[in-house]
């Protein structure tokens, strides 16, 4: 038996603690533990900051269709962008010019082919950086997420649930061309079936889609 108020051990039967006065029947009993004789009790204070079980918040991982939504808006968002690139481009390559130039007798099937390739490859070129720096820079940004993403109220993170760094972005972006080797594009619907919500291309590049609640 134990004094509730300093501690000091009792002996069986005292009415009240000799070191303090305190009435010996709101001592508190000590049970699953083996006490010997004359030795110290270590008396362990609570630390503040513990992390006390069931304390942490419930984490929500976004589903497919969430993503899905996200997903078509940042590609109405890449389209403007990209419009607004194509014309650039053509003003910038000069080749609006130069088809203005040809007159109608001219053989111009020669030039057409020459000016078409060469438009294609370097659009094709621009297309392709353009989208993957949107979606690298964005993910690995302040906001984590691209703005559809972000509309949406969802985060990537990876699997410890911190940000992620411009190379795993990277990956990330270019597991998707994995995903999408995939028949019936079940490399993205696996977003809407496994146990974190992770498709594909999150798992290749360890990382996760979040909700914010």
Known sequence: MYCS??????????PFCMSCGQSAHTGVSVTGAVATAGAPVMVVPLVSGVMVAGSVG?????????????????TFILGI???LALLA?????GIGAALSNLHSGEDISDIVALFGLGFLAGFGILVF?????????????D???????????????????QPISFARATGRYFGKLVSGLIPFAIGYIMAG???????LHDMLAGCLVLRND
């Open 143 to 161: 906001w984590q997420a691209t703005p559809g993403k972000k509309m949406l109220g969802l985060r990537v993170t990876n699997l410890e649930l």
């Open 58 to 74: 419930r984490i929500s991982y976004a589903g497919f269709w969430l993503r899905f939504v996200a997903h078509l808006i940042d």
């Open 193 to 199: 079936f496994t146990e974190k919500r992770q498709a």
């Open 81 to 83: 962008l990209f419009l």
């Open 129 to 141: 950086c353009g989208v993957w720096l949107y979606y690298a820079f964005s993910e690995s940004s």
């Open 5 to 14: 108020k300093c501690g000091n051990s009792l002996a069986e039967g005292t």
């Open 89 to 93: 481009f053509i003003l910038l390559s």
